[in-house]
Every structure is written in C-alpha cells, then in structure tokens.
C-alpha cells in the first residue's frame, strides 16, 4: 500500500460513477432517437424519451454537483492549465501513447497528489468538462423547455440550432467515452485504473 496515492475522495467517486452511467443512458437513447423508425426500433420511442429527459436532468445536477465539489476540495486545481511550454508538454505525452509504451518506456509524466492528470489528460477533460458538457446540458435543457429557446439564432430556427449543438456535442461526449475507457486500461495492468475509481486508490505504473 506503500507506493499507492489515494487519489480520488469519496465525493469524485460517486460523482464519477452517476456522471458515467447517465451518459451511457443518454448515449444509447440518443442513438435510439437519432436512428428510430416505427418498424425497427431498438428502444420503444416513448421509453428512450422518458428514459433520456431523466437522465439529462440527473447528470445536470451532477454536473453541478462537481463544480461544487471540485471548489470545496480544491479538486480545480488538477483542471488549471498552465500554459508555459504546455504544446511540449502535450507533444511529450503524445509521443509516449503513441510510440514510446510500446518500446517499454516510462510515462513522462508520473500521477502524484498535486498531478492527478498528464498533460493530454487534462487538456481532454478540460474540453469535456468545461466545454462540451456545458454545451450538451444547456442545449438539452433548451429541447426540454423548447418555449425558452429564441424563434431564430443566427438566422435558423431556434430549435434547430439547439439539437444541432445537442447532437454533435453527443458524437464528441461518445467519442471521449470510448477514448477515455481505453486509455483506463494504460495502467501498471489493465484493470488498476478501473480499481482505483472504485477504491480511491492510484497505483503508479512503475
């Protein structure tokens, strides 16, 4: 236990796993939306509506429930940026994912207590947690209440640019999930990532 970092408090965890099993339901619903059809429907249309408004208002609060933690346990900070050489900082850690793990060398950047994300991590979660996300619940909540929505925005319908917005920050928010839940298994095995979102509990590669 000597070598290991409790890394993740019990409020991120929680938050993590409610985060990660609304977008999974919002995920697969909106799949479902996106490609219904009457005769071959993989969820009944009223079931992935219901079962989609509720799990876009569900991740809303749990969104603001991690901008509440992460200022009252200081977790900010891990999502400050500090821009002094952080392209070489960005291109050190691509070349690792890319190129040097696979000659067996070790991460540039090792996970500590003041340094829960590598460069490239943080630089992703930033995006998700503090732009595609945002965009994803307020576009949702404005197809929820469509009356709050302006008839036109930049000339199109309001409504139109709403899902517009709603839907490609889905493809990103799909995209990031399947990217994030393969680099969990680039850890000192493939499966100490996911025990350490269970556990709190970060065992360093090497």
Same mark, same amino acid.
């Given at each position: 236990? &000597?070598?290991?970092?409790?890394?993740?408090?019990?409020?991120?965890?929680?938050? $993590?796993?409610?985060? +990660?099993?609304? !977008? %999974?339901?919002?995920?697969?619903? @909106?799949?479902?939306?996106?490609?219904?059809?009457?005769?071959?429907?993989?969820?009944?249309?009223?079931?992935?509506?219901? !079962?989609?408004?509720i799990a876009?208002?569900?991740? /809303?609060?749990?969104?603001?429930?991690?901008?509440?933690?992460?200022?009252? /346990? @200081?977790?900010?900070?891990h999502?400050?940026?500090?821009?002094?050489?952080?392209?070489?900082?960005?291109?050190?850690?691509?070349?690792?994912? =890319?190129? #040097?793990?696979?000659?067996?060398?070790?991460? *540039?950047?090792?996970? /500590?207590?003041?340094?829960?994300? &590598? *460069?490239?991590?943080?630089?992703?979660?930033?995006?998700v947690?503090?732009?595609?996300?945002?965009?994803?619940?307020? =576009?949702?909540? +404005?197809?929820?209440?469509?009356?709050?929505?302006?008839?036109?925005?930049?000339g199109?319908? #309001? %409504?139109?640019? +709403?899902?517009?917005? $709603?839907? %490609?920050?889905?493809?990103? +928010?799909?995209?990031?999930?399947?990217?994030?839940?393969?680099?969990? /298994?680039?850890?000192? &095995?493939?499966? =100490?990532?996911?025990?350490?979102?269970?556990? #709190?509990?970060?065992?360093p590669?090497?």
């Amino acid at each position: 236990m &000597n070598n290991k970092i409790y890394l993740y408090p019990v409020a991120i965890r929680v938050w $993590h796993f409610i985060n +990660a099993i609304m !977008i %999974i339901l919002l995920i697969i619903t @909106g799949v479902s939306l996106q490609y219904s059809d009457l005769e071959y429907t993989f969820i009944r249309f009223d079931y992935s509506v219901t !079962i989609h408004n509720i799990a876009g208002v569900i991740l /809303t609060i749990d969104y603001l429930l991690f901008i509440i933690v992460n200022i009252v /346990t @200081g977790n900010y900070r891990h999502y400050r940026i500090k821009f002094k050489k952080y392209p070489q900082k960005l291109w050190k850690q691509f070349y690792y994912y =890319s190129y #040097g793990i696979f000659k067996g060398e070790n991460p *540039p950047y090792q996970i /500590t207590l003041k340094r829960k994300f &590598n *460069p490239l991590q943080q630089f992703s979660y930033v995006l998700v947690m503090y732009l595609f996300l945002p965009i994803l619940v307020f =576009s949702g909540i +404005a197809l929820l209440l469509p009356e709050v929505i302006p008839n036109k925005i930049f000339g199109y319908g #309001g %409504i139109m640019v +709403a899902d517009f917005f $709603h839907v %490609i920050n889905g493809f990103f +928010a799909t995209v990031f999930l399947f990217v994030h839940v393969y680099f969990c /298994t680039i850890g000192k &095995n493939p499966l =100490s990532s996911f025990r350490s979102i269970i556990n #709190g509990w970060h065992e360093p590669n090497h």
